[in-house]
């Protein structure tokens, strides 16, 4: 593997110029990429770098998988749109391929385009659903402080960050936002299960507050958001979660964008606390990038009150194009195939027996996740908890050193883009594609501990 030690040029300092000079606002590391292939990815200097964060969380898939490139060739032999009056096969197949892994209530989907899109289909089939079964009044989505559900104008709406909304207010309704489960904020001899029900209850709370016949929908992804970026709450808290939903007809949305198809070792996130949802909705994984792909997988039961004669008020112009759908299909069948849910399993905990030699690093203050998805919490000290003012530019440089060494990770680079609400740590996303071997998982980790040492030299962390 090729390392320069040269500190890439930062991202936010740079004004696109050359080719680059008519894209709006955009603000790329000085790297271009050639080619990829499996976990890799190659610059047009012929640079390899591990894809450490698989795009966004996004590459379950390796790159560059032959099976992918086929499929969407014989795609496009045959067509490469379906007119939306006119049957689209590639739409059914995915839907039955969505329902071969989905839990067994969960059958019919809805097929977009991407996450932001699928998450606003998924609120707006809960209000269509309210109001098709004669409940009018319910129309509110309560979610979580600090969650990311998405950029369009609702779904920033829904996230929970009032710092990236303020450039765009006012939004469409800001509805209520509760706190998430938190391993910050549990008190000092407080057991996580007792917590998670404390938690749990803040829901209840809130739709009494808002009165339950005016709550439609609660969406969460199944991990910690925001300062509790990957924490996987206690099963119980999902259980409780569960109950209340079913007490005040409200529908649990799970958005699964991220945590769905294998990336936490399980299909789904919520497989792992036994808990089944009323929606799914997924995004990145479920099209791994070969094309862009969304989707949402709803209940026997909303998906009745439609067939009814409730017709869905919706559709996009590349709503289950058959390419994404196409692509989809083979996703699945690879994952199935070349058993990498059950390698996701396998290499996440091999990843995560590592943790202690991240841990060793004074600015890591936590790892934590679940499968291949593992995320560090960097900060400036330790004990008390010191977090990095943006004018130190930290997640920039440690971006620059992670790529001088060979590795490329997806950042919140929030420091010029996006701030948070509260301080804290720079989250750090340890989620390559699912093919990876155990001999790549060491080889991340090694790069990842030689950058972070390198980055703590350079900003005097000790
Ligand atoms: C949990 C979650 N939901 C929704 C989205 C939005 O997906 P997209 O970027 O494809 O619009 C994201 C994107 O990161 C996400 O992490």
């Not at 300092?13 to 976990?39: C, K, Q, T």
């Not at 989250?427 to 699912?434: Q, T, Y």
Request: glycine share 8%.
């Amino acid at each position: 593997m090729t390392t320069s030690t040269k500190v890439r040029n930062l991202p936010g300092l740079l004004e696109p110029e050359g080719d680059w000079r008519n894209v709006f606002s955009y603000h790329p590391m000085d790297v271009e990429l050639a080619r990829a292939e499996g976990i890799h990815l190659y610059d047009t200097e012929g640079r390899r770098y591990i894809d450490a964060s698989g795009g966004p969380m996004a590459v379950n898939l390796g790159h560059n998988d032959a099976r992918m490139k086929a499929v969407l060739t014989a795609q496009l032999d045959d067509y490469a749109y379906v007119h939306p009056v006119l049957a689209n096969r590639q739409r059914a197949n995915l839907c039955n391929a969505v329902a071969s892994v989905t839990p067994p209530s969960l059958n019919a989907t809805d097929v977009v385009s991407g996450g932001s899109e699928v998450v606003e289909t998924a609120i707006k089939i809960a209000r269509q659903y309210h109001v098709a079964t004669g409940q009018h009044s319910k129309y509110k989505t309560i979610a979580l402080n600090e969650s990311y559900h998405g950029m369009t104008l609702a779904t920033m709406a829904l996230s929970g960050n009032p710092r990236t909304t303020q450039h765009f207010e006012p939004l469409l309704p800001k509805w209520l936002h509760i706190q998430q489960y938190s391993d910050y904020r549990r008190p000092e001899g407080v057991d996580r299960e007792t917590w998670a029900m404390t938690c749990a209850a803040e829901l209840e709370r809130a739709i009494l507050y808002e009165g339950p016949e005016t709550v439609a929908a609660f969406i969460a992804t199944p991990h910690g958001c925001g300062p509790d970026y990957g924490v996987v709450a206690p099963a119980a808290y999902w259980r409780e979660i569960r109950r209340i939903c079913d007490a005040y007809d409200v529908l649990l949305i799970a958005d699964e964008v991220i945590t769905g198809f294998g990336r936490t070792g399980r299909w789904f996130g919520m497989d792992h606390f036994g808990v089944v949802p009323d929606m799914m909705v997924f995004g990145k994984g479920i099209g791994s990038c070969y094309a862009p792909l969304a989707a949402v997988t709803v209940s026997d039961r909303i998906d009745r009150s439609f067939k009814d004669g409730a017709y869905f008020v919706h559709g996009f112009t590349y709503g289950g194009h058959p390419l994404a759908c196409a692509a989809g299909v083979k996703v699945i069948e690879i994952l199935k195939e070349d058993r990498l849910v059950e390698n996701s399993a396998a290499m996440g905990a091999h990843l995560h027996a590592q943790r202690d030699r991240l841990l060793v690093h004074p600015s890591v203050a936590d790892v934590r996740g679940w499968g291949l998805f593992m995320v560090l919490e960097l900060v400036e000290t330790r004990s008390p908890r010191g977090y990095f003012a943006p004018e130190r530019k930290a997640e920039q440089l440690l971006q620059s050193i992670t790529l001088a060494n060979g590795l490329v990770f997806y950042s919140t680079l929030y420091g010029p883009r996006r701030a948070p609400m509260m301080s804290r740590g720079l989250p750090i996303w340890v989620s390559p594609p699912l093919t990876i071997t155990a001999g790549e998982v060491d080889d991340l980790v090694d790069l990842l501990d030689r950058s972070l040492g390198e980055w703590e030299d350079v900003l005097g962390v000790r």
